[in-house]
């Protein structure tokens, strides 16, 4: 079972929303606002990857794809999973399940995994910090660009642990304020290598940088081992 036993949800027009005490679908409030959903990718791809992160987006496409390739037939959970971009890097034979505080994203994202062929994907419109799932459930996190706006982050880190099985990897890209051009703004809360190293080691994480070159961003993995 996927949900667990405190959580209520309801699907509506392909999203699963969460429920509150009174039966009411619950809100969050988008850093950019539903409003602004269908200017996500180019934004990202034409302003935030050239401009704030002084990156390659063709690049980061292939770096994860790299990342990507030899996961299969797995449970995976992405976190703030955006308009979907992850359908085209992910493998289609995985079971997907995206969570993301906007509604608007959610919807592009559930066409382009539609159009990605994957035969088994469910969106979540949720918090990563109260996640719906079970204990245990997931092989797989992955999280793309989006650490730096998820609040504390030794809270997150104990809740994806919560859902990982033993054994299972966390798989993140995000920006980091050692490779960050001077004078250029990232928004949300920019953590180091090291601090981020920190912070998963001490909750029984092998943590891993990536050799890879990609402007202000950071690629790295986390084992989570024994919990």
Same mark, same amino acid.
């Given at each position: 079972?996927? =949900?667990?036993?405190?959580?209520?949800?309801?699907?509506?027009?392909?999203?699963?929303?969460?429920?509150?005490?009174?039966?009411?679908?619950?809100?969050?409030?988008?850093?950019?606002?539903? +409003?602004?959903? /269908?200017?996500?990718?180019?934004?990202?791809?034409?302003?935030? !990857?050239?401009?704030?992160?002084?990156?390659? /987006?063709?690049?980061?496409?292939? +770096? *994860?794809? $790299?990342?990507?390739?030899?996961?299969?037939?797995?449970?995976?959970?992405?976190?703030?999973? $955006?308009?979907? /971009?992850?359908?085209?890097?992910?493998?289609?034979?995985?079971?997907?399940?995206? =969570?993301?505080?906007?509604?608007? *994203?959610?919807?592009?994202?559930?066409?382009? /995994?539609?159009?990605?062929?994957?035969?088994?994907?469910?969106?979540?419109?949720?918090?990563?910090?109260?996640?719906?799932? %079970?204990?245990?459930? !997931?092989?797989?996190?992955? %999280?793309?660009?989006?650490?730096? #706006?998820? $609040?504390? +982050?030794?809270?997150? =880190?104990?809740? =994806?642990?919560?859902?990982?099985?033993?054994?299972?990897? #966390?798989?993140?890209?995000?920006?980091?304020?050692?490779?960050?051009?001077?004078?250029?703004?990232?928004?949300?809360?920019?953590?180091?290598?090291?601090?981020?190293?920190?912070? !998963?080691?001490?909750?029984?994480?092998?943590?891993?940088?990536?050799? #890879?070159?990609?402007?202000?961003?950071?690629?790295?993995?986390?084992?989570?081992?024994?919990?």
């Amino acid at each position: 079972m996927k =949900i667990k036993g405190s959580a209520e949800v309801v699907l509506k027009d392909g999203l699963y929303y969460l429920l509150d005490e009174k039966g009411k679908i619950r809100k969050f409030k988008p850093w950019l606002g539903d +409003i602004f959903a /269908f200017a996500y990718d180019p934004i990202m791809r034409k302003s935030v !990857f050239p401009k704030k992160f002084k990156g390659s /987006f063709s690049n980061h496409r292939e +770096i *994860l794809k $790299g990342e990507y390739q030899s996961i299969n037939n797995k449970r995976i959970l992405e976190i703030a999973t $955006g308009s979907g /971009f992850s359908s085209e890097v992910l493998n289609s034979d995985n079971s997907y399940t995206g =969570i993301d505080i906007s509604a608007g *994203l959610l919807k592009k994202a559930v066409r382009k /995994f539609q159009a990605h062929q994957f035969s088994d994907a469910e969106f979540y419109v949720s918090a990563a910090s109260e996640l719906p799932f %079970c204990d245990g459930y !997931f092989d797989t996190v992955v %999280c793309d660009l989006s650490l730096n #706006f998820l $609040g504390d +982050i030794d809270s997150f =880190i104990r809740e =994806i642990r919560r859902v990982m099985k033993p054994g299972s990897v #966390f798989y993140c890209s995000v920006p980091v304020p050692e490779k960050k051009a001077p004078g250029v703004v990232i928004h949300g809360n920019l953590y180091s290598e090291t601090d981020l190293k920190t912070s !998963f080691e001490k909750l029984n994480f092998v943590f891993t940088r990536k050799p #890879f070159d990609n402007g202000a961003l950071l690629y790295f993995n986390a084992f989570l081992q024994d919990k």
